[in-house]
């Protein structure tokens, strides 16, 4: 498995304004994506962050709302901009350490709330 | 089309019980794996448990264990003599073997566990 970690572990922002979330691998890391996690609801694919090119986004994620930047293999961030209450969730980073086995592991998530 | 399901939304119990959580997953893929995942209160997602496709032994692990049946689809985690540490939320989730990548890992909408001291 790989240790990761995220900053900040959560945060209370106000519309309007934007927060850029790190995630850290302990270890290169082929794979790793965002997640985000709606209050009560389970995890929804925000994308996958490619090292060293534009990350590859699910439907209904844009670049403009999540930009996404992964300059090596063991860091990543997300921006989650121009925020509105219903941007409040946590967001999660994941890696896949070993492509051998498709377990993805996750990070300890940042808690957003926003007024 | 891939799909997790779990019925349960809510289960309580009282500490020391026994306590199971149903997962029943639809995909036309024949290689594939299942993974278990707890999230504490505190919000992280913690690996339990993966299988493939292949195995369909029951696997144990401490007071954790799990019932792996692809005559019925179902990947159930059970947890014996329950404690008051084992309260969050489950999820179950599975993923289609060598496609790693995007949208390759599809989750259930959980199962909160509370357990009554």
């Known amino acids: 498995s790989a240790v990761i970690s995220q900053k900040p572990s959560r945060d209370i922002c106000q519309r309007g304004t934007s927060l850029t979330i790190q995630c850290q691998v302990d270890?290169?890391?082929?794979?790793m994506f965002w997640y985000r996690q709606q209050p009560g609801q389970s995890l929804t694919l925000i994308a996958t962050?490619?090292?060293?090119?534009?990350?590859?986004?699910e439907s209904g994620f844009v670049i403009d709302k999540f930009p996404i930047s992964r300059p090596n293999l063991t860091f990543s961030t997300l921006t989650v901009s121009n925020m509105s209450p219903e941007d409040s969730s946590i967001y999660l980073c994941?890696?896949?350490?070993?492509?051998?086995?498709?377990?993805?592991?996750f990070g300890p998530g940042t808690r957003l709330t926003v007024l | 089309a891939q799909k997790v399901t779990q019925a349960q939304t809510e289960i309580s119990v009282v500490e020391k019980e026994d306590v199971t959580l149903d997962c029943v997953y639809e995909?036309?893929?024949?290689?594939?794996?299942l993974f278990w995942y707890k999230q504490p209160p505190s919000g992280e997602l913690v690996f339990l448990i993966r299988?493939?496709?292949?195995?369909?032994q029951n696997e144990i692990s401490g007071r954790y264990s799990w019932n792996f049946q692809k005559s019925t689809s179902s990947f159930n985690f059970t947890i014996t003599a329950s404690q008051v540490v084992d309260s969050a939320v489950y999820f179950c989730?599975?993923?289609?073997?060598?496609?790693?990548?995007?949208?390759?890992?599809?989750f259930g909408t959980g199962t909160r566990l509370t357990v009554i001291p």
């Open positions: 994941s890696v896949v350490a070993s492509p051998s086995t498709d377990t993805q592991y």
């Open positions: 270890s290169q890391v082929t794979m």
């Open positions: 962050a490619n090292q060293g090119s534009e990350a590859t986004y």
């Open positions: 995909t036309r893929d024949t290689t594939y794996y």
């Open positions: 299988r493939n496709s292949f195995d369909e």
């Open positions: 989730a599975l993923s289609e073997m060598g496609k790693t990548g995007a949208n390759n890992l599809f």
